[in-house]
């Protein structure tokens, strides 16, 4: 019997569900951890595969917030980067340091949008200048005084930036450079807070491809996608952390809400070694004409660029357009205007959508990123209360948890036993940090498992200090696939044994960068079914349907 008939099992014999959140993004994980800490037993469910919304298709960045000063966010910006200190020091596997440098073409632009900005008036964002960015940068740099885990920041006059980034536009008169971070793997970081969660508290759980389909008679209604069963649970709390989809699936249990007003942010990842080759391993952070910020930065032999910023009404039918292609190509043209980009060199696209709270006649590009808590009192047949999680971002999502974990308690009647704030992460825990533990840390795992530090050294870089689980499992067996010679057999086979993994994309998509790499092609996954069909006992038609539905959701626009 595997995870998931086992939860099942136990639900159909009536188990207490206290707290059922909705939705596997970042914040719905955040929380489940959190309240596994405190002993609470809850149950998180997602309609599709973990992490499958807007928190696998953000840009990565994992940052203080620049532009969120001249909205008087301060306390945001403050909030967002001791978060970001925190996501350095407790998940060092997946979140780095990321030098981030912005062209500024003029010594004073800006300062008068900056401050009718800065007064609340409804002015879309322009160009900045030196001054303005100086002034954000020094912010910057006073907030992260007493808790340094970045250099400060520094301006360079325009012929040193233009020798030091080649191909950058020539009419600038310096460059700033500051640091924030990134995270490489966003999907993954997601599921180990699953993992984690399920290790803390064994009466919290967590299933993929199961939605709610309404209420009946004050029960929740839980149809699992997989199997088509249908069971009902009757929490004392239920928790919204659905995203975009919000206020659809409060309609799904019978209320109306208007909370939201997501927007879709379209990126590519593109291969163009001279691009990357100007990037110099940092980010460019640039603003177009239209006032939206966009960014492009290298991500191991690709770029990744983007974004837009679009209403969007109904989170399902978000996708990127031709237009949005065409747009993000005229936006790097105006900071490097001699990289020829073509549709050729796309290699993925992804496009999620931003939760954003409604906020009707607002400029988009100014709608506050915070997050907030709304909650549904219960009322008729729902005896429990809905709370709703509305807005947010990756940053800030242990925060949100935490706000979010402690208003659930109050209604439970129970108080908080532990902190996550200096809490490792999955294969953050014991990370080896600085060149000399690395090496000593490769040696030692290569040693006990008998794979070569080589390989150690590849397993460490995608999965943290769980990379030991991952050598002890091919320690009898380091074949490689054939037509992705990075990966082994064993390593695909533990993934699909243990990461929730229910289709082929998900593996792909959000188990790993196959998808986001642009190596996903047809002989790959024809491969990688026959791995995860012997692991999960796939028959040879579900190995096609899957093959087809995963060459589908990666198809380019």
């Not at 993954?188 to 993929?208: K, P, Y």
């Not at 100007?278 to 640039?286: I, N």
């Not at 060149?435 to 870089?461: C, F, K, M, Q």
Request: with cysteine; glycine share 8%.
């Amino acid at each position: 019997m595997n995870r998931r008939e086992k939860i099942f099992r136990r639900l159909r014999e009536g188990a207490d569900v206290p707290v059922l959140i909705l939705g596997g993004g970042i914040n719905g994980a955040g929380l489940l951890r959190e309240l596994a800490l405190q002993g609470v037993d809850c149950l998180l469910v997602d309609k599709s595969d973990f992490v499958a919304g807007a928190s696998s298709k953000s840009s990565r960045m994992i940052h203080g917030g620049l532009r969120y000063l001249e909205r008087r966010e301060f306390h945001l910006v403050r909030e967002s980067l001791f978060e970001r200190n925190r996501l350095l020091d407790n998940a060092p596997h997946v979140v780095t340091p990321l030098k981030t440098t912005i062209p500024l073409t003029s010594r004073l632009g800006g300062l008068l949008r900056s401050a009718l900005i800065f007064l609340g008036l409804p002015v879309r964002p322009g160009e900045r200048g030196v001054v303005p960015v100086k002034v954000g940068l020094w912010f910057y740099d006073f907030i992260t005084r007493k808790d340094r885990h970045t250099p400060t920041h520094r301006l360079t006059r325009c012929g040193e930036a233009l020798r030091a980034m080649p191909g950058l536009r020539t009419d600038i008169v310096a460059t700033a450079t500051y640091w924030d971070a990134w995270i490489s793997q966003a999907e993954r970081l997601c599921v180990e807070i699953i993992q984690d969660a399920r290790a803390a508290h064994a009466g919290c759980e967590a299933l993929n491809y199961v939605r709610p389909t309404g209420l009946e008679d004050g029960a929740v209604a839980l149809e699992d996608r997989v199997t088509g069963e249908t069971i009902r649970l009757r929490p004392r709390v239920l928790v919204n952390a659905t995203g975009a989809w919000v206020d659809l699936t409060n309609a799904a249990l019978g209320t109306e809400t208007r909370f939201l007003g997501g927007t879709k942010g379209s990126h590519l990842v593109i291969d163009c070694e001279p691009l990357r080759a100007s990037l110099d391993g940092q980010m460019v952070y640039y603003q177009h004409r239209d006032g939206r910020v966009c960014i492009v930065f290298p991500f191991a032999d690709k770029v990744i660029m983007g974004s837009t910023d679009l209403r969007v009404d109904d989170p399902d039918e978000a996708h990127c357009d031709a237009d949005e292609i065409a747009y993000m190509f005229e936006t790097l043209r105006g900071v490097f205007p001699h990289v020829g980009l073509s549709r050729k060199d796309i290699v993925h696209v992804f496009c999620g959508v931003r939760p954003l709270p409604r906020a009707e006649g607002q400029v988009l590009a100014n709608v506050s990123r915070g997050h907030s808590l709304r909650t549904i009192e219960p009322e008729g047949d729902r005896p429990f209360p809905i709370v709703c999680l509305i807005g947010g971002k990756w940053t800030t999502f242990r925060r949100f948890a935490e706000e979010t974990a402690d208003d659930v308690l109050a209604r439970l009647g129970r108080t908080r036993q532990h902190s996550t704030e200096h809490l490792p992460i999955g294969g953050g825990r014991d990370f080896p940090v600085g060149e000399a533990r690395r090496a000593d840390w490769i040696a030692r795992v290569a040693g006990h498992s008998g794979v070569s530090p080589e390989r150690v050294a590849v397993l460490l870089s995608r999965y943290g200090t769980v990379a030991e689980d991952f050598a002890a499992a091919e320690a009898d067996d380091e074949r490689r696939l054939e037509t992705l010679g990075d990966y082994t057999l064993a390593e695909i086979a533990r993934i699909a044994a243990t990461e929730d993994v229910e289709h082929l994309a998900d593996l792909i998509c959000r188990r790993s960068t196959i998808a986001l790499l642009g190596q996903a092609t047809e002989p790959v996954l024809r491969e990688l079914a026959s791995v995860i069909g012997a692991a999960l006992g796939w028959k040879n038609a579900t190995m096609e349907r899957e093959v087809a539905d995963a060459l589908a959701e990666v198809r380019l626009p």
